[in-house]
């Protein structure tokens, strides 16, 4: 567990060397969501795009990506929103340690 | 000219990736035309065909890498991209190492492409 | 006709952002519609609330204002280019713990969307610097 103070008012983490699985856990509990293994999937392949892009996908380009690599039943912008209420790209993007977005898309 | 084309927004990319320049302006505008479903074309031209190096690396300079960027172009269901041939042979950038694939367009064909674009943004 | 402005230009270096400014009241002057100036990479420093020039030469900053203030015009930083050149309103150094804005009211911070909305609004973008 990361003191509350590794963390901005927004929730998202002040250093992203401090992300590791336990922390992913502790930022989806704090926005209400108990990470299962579809959860993980989704947030492990969101680190993979970004190693592979050099940026945090907007949810068109989340959605492909997913329907690319974990097949078409889960490329789905449904799928994604049952797992990550609301913003899945945004929200995923935030427990998977990703940088914290400037809020232009 | 389709109809598409005509409502469509071309982007020329004129500077060189890690330069002064524009070119990360130039990608997240053409990243926000795809993530918000907006039709648009883009041409490489002048030094902006170095962005279309391969085995680039802004990571070592602390920025983030063109190169990688442009490759999710496909993600964002971009697909009309073109560079100026004569200056991919200029800067000996060549179409096969791109990290998106861009079709070279000859001097007639990209006055072409500049008649059928209603809007350009050069930058 | 209706128009965009796209503004690239560092007002603090040459002519080119004042050239945008009196482009936007001269087409105002001559009964067109301006939708909005979308102001991106340096150009978003034209938004600087404090800028100090020479008493010799003319602030660029009150043309912009003028557009604002006067004529209704929509004048947008991108955040982008605006967060990473100190630019700040009040939500944005909240959100990323800084003192206080740094732009002057007559901007609003916003994305690039704003730009592509322009272009598709407009009859005419127009881009000054690059």
């Not at chain 3, 002519?15 to 990479?41: C, P």
């Not at chain 3, 008493?55 to 991108?78: N, R, T």
């Amino acid at each position: 567990m990361l003191p509350a103070d590794a963390f901005d008012a927004e929730g998202f983490l002040r250093r992203l060397e401090d992300w590791s699985p336990e922390v992913a856990r502790q930022i989806a509990l704090a926005e209400g969501i108990e990470l299962g293994d579809a959860h993980w999937e989704i947030v492990n392949l969101l680190r993979a795009y970004y190693q592979e892009f050099d940026s945090s996908p907007a949810m068109r380009p989340l959605v492909k990506y997913c329907g690319l690599k974990l097949g078409a039943d889960k490329g789905r912008s449904i799928y994604l929103l049952a797992l990550f209420p609301g913003s899945p790209a945004k929200l995923g993007s935030k427990i998977a340690g990703l940088p914290k977005p400037d809020n232009c898309l | 000219m389709s109809d598409d084309e005509t409502r469509s927004l071309l982007l020329v990319f004129r500077h060189s990736p890690y330069g002064e320049g524009l070119a990360r302006a130039g990608v997240d505008l053409a990243l926000a035309c795809g993530a918000f479903e907006h039709p648009v074309s883009l041409l490489f031209a002048g030094a902006g065909v170095l962005q279309l190096c391969p085995r680039q690396d802004g990571n070592s300079l602390g920025l983030k890498d063109i190169g990688k960027q442009l490759a999710s172009l496909p993600l964002y269901d971009i697909e009309s991209v073109y560079f100026d041939a004569e200056a991919g042979t200029r800067y000996g950038v060549s179409p096969q190492d791109s990290p998106v694939p861009a079709e070279p367009l000859d001097a007639q064909a990209l006055q072409r492409l500049l008649r059928e674009h209603r809007q350009i943004i050069s930058l | 006709m209706i128009y965009s402005l796209l503004v690239l230009s560092d007002p603090t270096r040459g002519s080119m952002a004042r050239n945008a400014a009196a482009f936007a009241h001269t087409l105002l002057a001559r009964g067109h519609e301006l939708h909005r100036v979308f102001f991106l990479d340096k150009g978003v420093l034209c938004g600087a609330a404090c800028g100090i020039y020479p008493q010799d030469e003319s602030s660029p900053l009150d043309a912009w204002v003028s557009l604002a203030q006067d004529h209704g015009v929509d004048l947008v930083l991108c955040v982008t280019s605006a967060l990473r050149q100190g630019m700040l309103d009040e939500r944005e150094a909240a959100r990323f713990e800084r003192g206080g804005a740094t732009i002057h009211p007559a901007f609003t911070i916003s994305g690039l969307g704003q730009l592509i909305d322009a272009s598709a609004a407009s009859d005419r973008l127009i881009t000054f610097g690059g």
